[in-house]
């Protein structure tokens, strides 16, 4: 299935098993080049705080997620630090840019924007 | 009022085009119902009983006049002319059709509302003290706290597909009137010698299927702080939560299987492992909002009230001091006979939307307890304003009394419910017609929940009902002594269930007897309290 970057492009990784989501930890894992987390559902969202926490703790590897991740999530993944995603060959179909992008402002920071929004009010 | 500027309403604006979007795709067969239903959920959308139901937002129940004449509208032209508020200070509308819903939100949209995290297993609607910026005690207006926090946790990347449903509930007083320990996380704003304002932070409190209080896991940090503790929180409970059952999937039951210290360590690691600067609140941020909220009033003399009968009972029933002299806040009781309590019609919107932009600085807000509030009244406009709200139904004189109830859809809408609710509260007024007798009985909560989610909030009730299925028949668990204030209490069971028509006069025997036996100034939760449940039960069910 194919695994898109923040551009919606089909990237050609292969990869990697995927972690368990209680491994977000850099002391332990960020030796690693690429890291995958897995999206067991499509409410589960473990990963994303899993992805958020080593991109906060500074790891700069390639991470992955990869399940039932679905177009509607794909921003939310790229915005906590996934470099791509994997979406079903329909899902992939279907893609939009504004699957991509649905928001043009954000409240919070990300660590997928250098510039996070701060808003006084 | 905070008013939305460009970025909220081009976000509000975008989630409308985006919802519209997901929905074509779902009627079109190509979003299957698996990946609908969180979608739907996270914009307020239930497939309930007899019709899709939408559950709007009233970001801490404050809404603007023109806010409510077009919710009126909304209920007038897609609905049945009609909205249910809830008990956390949201309105819902249980007619609508699918496909009209996007439309809907669009017409939301134009003033500043919207359906955003009112349902799904995310950060929903942070609720408030319904009184914010009129009591005179208050750290800072609470509604401010609460605004930071809607911005922070709307659309927020990390925290949109937690374990399940996060309730936050913010105070800035001593009195909790929003049930702060009873949520997910409670906070409460202080005053602080060093902080200037700081915070104490509850969590793991919550009512449905496993009732607990919360524990005061963090005290007197600095208020400036609070977005990154709060991110701590989630982190951990979105990486720890049980996702395997989602009746263990609460916050709750991961504070608890941890135990409050190794809670509290895995929080601070957190906070301290990943502070990140930009979630930091300045001084500048909490008076730009603190501003927007604020509301000029100067003071007026005090008057001295002549009037009828009925404007004295209304007045003392109704109505509240305001920290401004000469101003009161005006209670719109939605517990009349004959309506389902939070029910109000198109017209009655109308009909509050005008009375609050003539009497009350155009500002309404929404209770827990499923009624209205017109906070800003002046003395001298009270008269007058009785006068309006009586010719619409709107000024019973029941505020805090036994059928002031509040009571969950239950199975008349609920696709989840066990039994009837709504059946149960039109009785409590059948049961106690007279004004003047339940004025005598005195303050007295009765929560009425339909099934064990706990809609009704019947823990926290002195009388708690809760509806069961029993051999296909809907029967009922009384509780009493429950509270959700001044030491927060959850209510005790007293006794078997009973049938639908045994309820009343249950609780008939019950009030009966506290008449009876109370003492003098004791109002009946006190009565609980010295007398105990097992003399009650004894009595409750001597006809049994």
Sequence with gaps: MPLINPQGEVTALTPPEALDTTDSDITTVGDLSMIAFAFDSPVDGKAFS????????????????????????LAYGFRVGFDVLELTDDAWQQLKPHHLSPFPHHYQPATSTSQPLKKSA | MYKYNTID?????????????????YLAGTLPEEQFMPLRLQNGLYIQRHAPMLRVAIPYGTLAGYQLRHL???????????????????????????EQVPEVLGELATVQMHAIQTSGACVRNTTTDPLAGTVPDEAIDPRVVCELIRQWSTFHPEFAYLPRKFKIAVVATEEDRAAIEVHDVGIRVKTHAIHGLAFDLWVGGGLGR????????LADLPLDELRNWLTAVLRVYNLAGRRDNKYKARIKILVNAMGVEAFREAVTHRYLTDHDSDLKISPETLQDLG????????????????????????????????????YRSVFISLKRPGTAPGDVTAQQMDVIADLADQFSQSEIRTTHDQNLILPHVAESDLE??????????????NLGLISDSIACPGLDFCSLANAPSLSLAEALHDTFIDLDEQVDIGPLEVKISGCMNACGHHHIAHIGILGVEKKGQPWYQITLGGRDQQGATLGKRLGPAVPHDDVLPLIKRLIDTYLLERQAGEYFLGFVDRIGVDYLKEISYATH
């Design chain 1, 50 to 73: 899993a992805a958020a926490l080593l991109r906060a703790e500074g790891y700069t590897g390639t991470l992955v997620g990869v399940g039932p991740v679905g177009l509607d999530r």
């Design chain 2, 9 to 25: 309403q081009a976000i509000v604006d975008a989630r409308v085009s985006q919802f519209s979007e997901q929905m074509t795709r």
């Design chain 2, 72 to 98: 009126a509208q909304v209920a007038r032209q897609y609905d049945r002319g009609y909205g249910h508020f809830t008990t956390r200070q949201n309105i819902q509308f249980n007619w609508l059709a699918l």
């Design chain 2, 210 to 217: 496993t009732p607990l209080l919360g524990h005061r896991l």
């Design chain 2, 291 to 326: 501003d927007s909220f604020a509301c000029t009033l100067q003071p007026r003399p005090i008057e001295e009230h002549r009037g009828s009968a009925e404007f004295q009972r209304w007045y003392l029933q109704n109505t509240k001091p305001h920290r401004v002299m000469g």
């Design chain 2, 384 to 397: 007058a304003l009785l006068e309006a709200l009586s010719a619409h139904d709107l000024a019973h004189p």
